[in-house]
């Protein structure tokens, strides 16, 4: 079975996420919608702020509930998830759902050693003794990196560094071997060779326990190379999503071609690099109806201030007006192939 074939776990249609805030209630998420099956590797990018943290911890039921309007319908195995109780998505998330958030601290608990949450998490979904539970904490320790895991095992979050934390909240999130591990930037506090580490330890969880992962990164030649699809945030929407290889090859959307533009695609014809997109992506606050990136946008017409349509090609769909062929005789004047030459 492809993985295209295979049961859809994670279903996210509509979700909307408004903070309240001073000056009133501000949208960070608007109308997000994307599914990930069973196995898949979903990548989610996009520039800081665009609402891609946001949206994984809403639909986890991680926002604080007080301040945050969460709409839409989010659903898991085919199960409505946004209305549980905290107590019942939490159960979730220790035994189905593994989380690896871009702030170690969510996920650790200040007044427990890492060895006892690693190993009250083994035990809250597996029969095994507090014994067995802590030397499989160790093991997981040193799996994720960490020199001296039989130390490491008895410190509390405070003492380890934040390298070290985000090592012990990748062991904690592996600990269950998920159906689903969303993981924020799992690497990002890491130095390069251990980036490496964990990385191979995601896509081994894949291989052995069929985990479908959400991956957030900012590396995209580590898209390119794992993900089965990617979703393009920009300003609190999915801008563009599609398959990996058709993304890269000829991406439909104005922001995207800086994206995918940026590094040498797996197959077809090789694209320049992009000079830096000029300025900057809007504050939730001033967001409209219309595209969000109209503003820096070389191509924005009028039109582009109405609410942009979804234009579908292949696996691909893009929230932009353009049309073909005009979409690609403008990409080509963004990337064009010669300069690589
Ligand atoms: N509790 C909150 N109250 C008000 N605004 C918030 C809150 N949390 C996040 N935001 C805003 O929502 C927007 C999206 O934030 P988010 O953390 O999802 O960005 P991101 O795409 O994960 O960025 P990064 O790549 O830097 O992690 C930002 O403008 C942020 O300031
Ligand atoms: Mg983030």
């Known amino acids: 079975m492809t993985s295209a074939e295979k049961p ?8 909307t996420v408004s903070f309240a805030t001073d000056r009133g209630m501000v949208r960070a998420v608007r109308d997000v919608s994307f599914s990930v099956r069973e196995g898949e590797i979903l990548s989610i990018v996009g520039e800081s702020g665009s609402g891609k943290s946001v949206t994984l911890l809403s639909l986890l039921g991680l926002h604080d509930r007080k301040t945050t309007r969460v709409e839409g319908m989010v659903s898991f195995r085919g199960r409505g998830i946004l209305d549980l109780s905290p107590g019942e998505l939490r159960s979730i998330r220790g035994r189905e759902i593994g989380l690896i958030s871009q702030d170690p601290m969510t996920a650790l608990n200040p007044v427990y050693t890492i060895g006892w949450q690693i190993a009250e998490q083994i035990r809250a979904h597996e029969k095994i003794s507090a014994r067995a539970a802590r030397k499989r904490a160790v093991e997981l320790l040193g799996e994720v990196g960490l020199s001296n895991p039989q130390e490491a095992v008895d410190r509390y979050p405070h003492q380890l560094s934040g390298g070290m934390r985000q090592r012990a909240v990748i062991a904690m999130a592996l600990s269950c071997n998920p159906a689903l591990l969303v993981a924020d930037e799992p690497t990002t506090a890491l130095d390069v060779t251990v980036q490496a580490q964990v990385l191979d330890l995601l896509l081994r969880l894949r291989k052995d326990f069929g985990s479908a992962i959400i991956l957030i990164t900012h590396d995209m030649g580590v898209v390119s190379e794992v993900a089965d699809r990617v979703a393009v945030m920009y300003a609190g929407r999915i801008v563009e999503r599609g398959e990996t290889e058709a993304m890269f090859a000829s991406p439909l959307h104005p922001y995207s071609w800086g994206l995918m533009g940026s590094i040498p695609p797996l197959t077809g014809p090789r694209l320049a690099r992009l000079k830096s997109i000029p300025g900057m992506p809007p504050t939730p606050d001033r967001i409209g ?14 039109a582009c201030l109405e609410r942009p349509p979804l234009r579908k090609i292949g696996t691909q769909a893009a929230l932009c007006i353009l049309e073909e062929p005009e979409r690609a005789a403008l990409r080509r004047t963004v990337l064009s192939a010669e300069e690589f030459a």
């Open 289 to 302: 109806e219309g595209c969000g990136f109209a503003p820096r946008c070389a191509f924005a017409r009028s």
């Open 8 to 15: 859809i776990l994670l279903d996210v249609n509509g979700l």
